[in-house]
C-alpha cells in the first residue's frame, strides 16, 4: 500500500509580508466559514473519484495563516479527511503558524482538535530585518509562541528561517541560529529569501531602496548555518531541513521521495505519481466553482519519463538519502554516468546502491544535479 499526503491551503492572513508571492489575501477573515464549508465540499468530491489504494499518513495546514482558522473549522475539516479517506492512526498533522496570531488557549484546542506537529514562522529575530520584511511579530513573540506551545503539549515542533535577507550579515544569521538552536526544536528548515517578480520587495530592490545580499555572503551563511546546526545535534536530512533524530517532516518527505499527495483549497497542487494537476489561484473563483458542484482544478500535467526521472534526481540528491544508481543507469550511458561522477567524486559518497551528496557539500547540490539530469 502507498503512503500518501494531503495538503489543505488556507488562503487567509491578516497581513500580506512584502516577499510573499503565495496566494494569499488579507482582511478577509469574514469568508473563512464559506470557505470552510466549500473546502468540505472538495474534499467530498474528492473522495467520490479517489480509488486508489493509499493510506494516508501525513495532512499539512499551509497558507497564508491558517491558524486563523477556529478549533471547530479545524476539527470538523479533519473529521471529514477521517472520515471519506484511508488515514493513518499515528498521522502526522502539521500547522503553520506565525508569532503573535494566537494564544495559548487556542494552541491547546487545536492540539486537541488533532494538530500535532507546528511549523512556526519565526523567519528573523532581529527587528530590522523583521521591518524589511515586513513582519507584524517582534522577537518576543517568537519566544512567547514557542514557550505557548511547549505549554500546550506539542513535543513536535519546527522553526522556520530566513536568510539571504537584505541588510543581513552572516554574524546576524548565526546569531539568530545560536538563539533558537537554545529553545530546543525538534526541527529547523532554513531557507534562502527568494525576491519573486511581483512582490512588494522585488520592487524595492528594482528601485534601488534595497540591495540584495551578495551571493558570495549567501553562500557562507547557507555554508556556516549548516555547519552550525549539525555540531548543534540537528541532522541535515535535506539541503535546508534540520532534525533531531526521528523528528523529521514526514509531510515534505512524499515531495521528495516523490510520493503521492491530495490537493485541497484555492492554489493548491497535487500529484498522484504520473500527473500533478492545480487548483484555481482565487478564493472567489474556488467558492463559486464549488458552490455550483464543480470541482475548482485550473490544470494539469502528465509528467514525462524523462520528467519523472529529473524530479527523482533532483530531489533525491538534496536529502541525505540520495538517489538510487539503478535510476541514473536507465537514462546515461555507463561512460557518461562514469565521467560525471568521476568529476564530483570529492564531494560525493557512491555505492553499488546509492548516490548521495557528502554532508557539507550541499552547496554545490544544484551544479551537481545540472550533469545528471536528462535532456530530451
Not at 28 to 40: A, Q, T
Not at 65 to 77: E, G
Request: one cysteine or more; proline letters at 3%; glycine letters at 6%.
Amino acid at each position: 500500500m502507498k503512503t500518501a499526503g494531503i495538503y489543505i491551503h488556507i488562503p487567509f492572513c491578516k497581513s500580506k509580508c512584502n516577499y510573499c508571492d503565495y496566494y494569499s489575501l488579507e482582511k478577509r477573515e469574514k469568508d473563512i466559514p464559506g470557505f470552510v464549508e466549500m473546502l468540505i465540499r472538495e474534499i467530498e468530491f474528492t473522495a467520490k473519484d479517489h480509488n486508489k489504494d493509499w493510506l494516508f499518513d501525513t495532512i499539512y495546514f499551509g497558507g497564508g495563516s491558517p491558524a486563523l482558522l477556529s478549533s471547530k473549522c479545524m476539527n470538523d475539516i479533519l473529521h471529514q479527511l477521517k472520515i471519506h479517506f484511508n488515514t493513518a492512526a499515528n498521522i502526522e498533522v502539521t500547522l503553520e503558524v506565525n508569532p503573535n496570531e494566537t494564544t495559548g488557549d487556542k494552541l491547546l484546542s487545536l492540539k486537541n482538535s488533532g494538530v500535532n506537529r507546528l511549523s512556526l514562522g519565526f523567519q528573523s529575530l532581529n527587528e530590522g530585518l523583521l521591518y524589511t520584511l515586513s513582519r507584524t511579530h517582534n522577537p518576543d513573540d517568537c519566544i512567547t509562541i514557542y514557550n505557548d506551545s511547549r505549554k500546550a503539549g506539542f513535543d513536535n515542533i519546527s522553526i522556520d528561517m530566513l536568510y539571504n535577507i537584505p541588510g543581513q550579515s552572516v554574524e546576524s544569521w548565526l546569531k539568530d541560529l545560536t538563539i533558537v538552536s537554545t529553545l530546543k526544536p525538534d526541527h529547523i528548515a532554513t531557507y534562502p529569501l527568494t525576491l519573486e517578480e511581483g512582490t512588494i520587495l522585488f520592487q524595492q530592490l528594482n528601485s534601488g531602496e534595497i540591495s540584495s545580499v551578495p551571493e558570495k555572503i549567501e553562500l557562507q551563511m547557507f555554508i556556516q548555518g549548516s555547519q552550525f546546526l549539525t555540531e548543534s545535534g540537528f541532522m541535515q536530512y535535506e539541503v535546508a531541513h534540520f532534525s533531531k533524530m526521528g523528528k523529521e517532516c514526514q509531510h515534505n518527505q512524499h515531495y521528495w521521495n516523490l510520493e503521492p499527495y491530495l490537493a485541497f483549497g484555492p492554489s493548491a497542487h497535487g500529484y498522484d505519481g504520473k500527473k500533478r494537476w492545480w487548483n484555481v489561484s482565487s478564493l472567489d473563483d474556488y467558492i463559486s466553482k464549488l458552490s455550483r458542484n464543480e470541482k475548482p482544478v485550473a490544470g494539469f500535467e502528465t509528467l514525462s519519463y524523462t520528467d519523472r526521472f529529473n524530479e527523482a534526481v533532483m530531489y533525491g540528491l538534496r536529502t541525505n538519502k540520495g538517489i538510487s544508481t539503478e535510476i541514473l543507469q536507465k537514462f546515461k550511458s555507463k561512460v557518461y554516468l562514469e565521467s560525471n561522477l568521476n568529476k564530483w567524486k570529492s564531494h560525493l559518497d557512491v555505492s553499488k546502491e546509492t548516490i548521495r551528496i557528502r554532508p557539507g557539500h550541499y552547496h554545490l547540490v544544484d551544479e551537481i544535479c545540472t550533469d545528471m539530469i536528462a535532456i530530451d
